[in-house]
Each structure stands twice: as C-alpha cells, then as structure tokens.
T-cell receptor, first 118, second 117 residues
Framework: AQSVTQLDSHVSVSEGTPVLLRCNYSSSYSPSLFWYVQHPNKGLQLLLKYTSAATLVKGINGFEAEFKKSETSFHLTKPSAHMSDAAEYFCVVSDNLRIKAAGNKLTFGGGTRVLVKP | ETGVTQSPTHLIKTRGQQVTLRCSSQSGHNTVSWYQQALGQGPQFIFQYYREEENGRGNFPPRFSGLQFPNYSSELNVNALELDDSALYLC????????????????FGPGTRLTVL
C-alpha cells in the first residue's frame, strides 16, 4: 500500500518570504503525486500534478514542486508567500487499484496548515 | 464548463437515521470518487464509480453504499448513522480513458458537512 507523510503539521511564514512544505511518500511503483489546497470551509483545489514527466512541476499561484525519486520526496515551494496562501495543504499519491482490476484512489497526507503573518 | 457540485451543503441527522448525499460531476467526466474528511484530518477514500459500476472501495463498512447514474452524477448513501460519521463528505470527478487508468486528475466539489447527533 502507498502512503504519504507530511513532515510539518503547521508552518508559519511572513508575507513575502519563501514557503516550503515537505512531503515524503512510499510507493511500490512510479506514482502520480499531487498537491491540493483547502481553504477554510471549502473543497479541495488542485495546485499541481506529477505523472513521470519533468521532475520540476509548476502549478497555479506561483507554487512548484520537485519530485526526487532517490529521496522519495515531493516538496512544495513558493518564493514569496501571500496572505491568500493561508490554508491547509495536502500532499497526495494516486494509489493504483489495478491489482483488483479497478481504477485508483487518492491517498492523502495528514495536511500542513500554513499561517501567513503580515 | 460547470465544476463539481454537491448537495446539500449542510445536513444534521440523528444516530440510526439514513442519509443520501448527491454529487454532479464536471461536464465530460465519467468517474466519481467519494471521500470522508473528519475534522482535522485528510480525506479518506470511500469508493469510486466508473460508468455506473463500483470501481474500487476503501475500508468502509457496507452501510456506506453508492450509485452512479447514466449522466454520471452520483449518490452516497449511509445507513444506520453513527456519531463517528460526522464529517465533510467530498465528491471528486475525473475522466478515465479506461477502467484501470490511474493518471486521471480528480476535481473536488465543495463538500457536504454531515453532523450526526
């Protein structure tokens, strides 16, 4: 079974400073990896997706993530935080159910709550 | 292009009752997945429907059941509600090229907040 570990449950940054959210995964084969963001009382919005193409993935709102197979990591970064970035962020791996002749499910990390200070 | 919609937005039930949650998938999508998100946790996979058939299930008891309709909208039914069923229920739709595809991107609706008293 695949799993995802988000190394920080909370991250606090000042507006205009870089953001780093750390994620490690375990997978028995080449995974699809995602970052989703969830603002308070809202659904999940896709930030970016990795599917074995370029290892550096650019997403929306200035976010990007780098896939490092040797480190089994998929960390999310943004050069300059904005107040609107305050939210919960989830690192996600697509868990293939092929062994059961089925499709896939998403396995979520525990989430990282980002606080942006003015 | 219409996104994923869910109804109702909020629901309050009592223990032992039954509930039906509804989801309309994004235009052109043929797959719907349901997730349960308890307070302070990441979402947990309940099940997935592809072209009106169940296409994978997570670790949830049989009292959680679902349907997908010919227009690819979906329902989640929960019988004999328990207090621990209180959560945000999220629906996600995607377009699968074939049944076992695992590279489709899932797009989420805003969720239904269920409270069980």
């Amino acid at each position: 079974a695949q799993s995802v570990t988000q190394l920080d449950s909370h991250v606090s940054v000042s507006e205009g400073t870089p953001v780093l959210l750390r994620c490690n995964y375990s997978s028995s084969y080449s995974p699809s990896l995602f970052w989703y963001v969830q603002h308070p009382n809202k659904g999940l919005q896709l930030l970016l997706k990795y599917t074995s193409a370029a290892t550096l993935v650019k997403g929306i709102n200035g976010f990007e993530a780098e896939f490092k197979k040797s480190e089994t990591s998929f960390h999310l970064t943004k050069p300059s935080a904005h107040m609107s970035d305050a939210a919960e962020y989830f690192c996600v791996v697509s868990d293939n159910l092929r062994i059961k002749a089925a499709g896939n499910k998403l396995t979520f990390g525990g989430g990282t709550r980002v606080l942006v200070k003015p | 292009e219409t996104g994923v919609t869910q109804s109702p937005t909020h629901l309050i039930k009592t223990r032992g009752q039954q509930v039906t949650l509804r989801c309309s998938s994004q235009s052109g999508h043929n797959t719907v997945s349901w997730y349960q998100q308890a307070l302070g946790q990441g979402p947990q996979f309940i099940f997935q429907y592809y072209r009106e058939e169940e296409n994978g299930r997570g670790n949830f008891p049989p009292r959680f059941s679902g349907l997908q309709f010919p227009n690819y909208s979906s329902e989640l039914n929960v019988n004999a509600l328990e207090l621990d069923d209180s959560a945000l229920y999220l629906c996600a739709s995607s377009l699968k090229i074939f049944k076992t595809s695992d590279t489709d991107t899932q797009y989420f609706g805003p969720g239904t907040r269920l409270t069980v008293l």
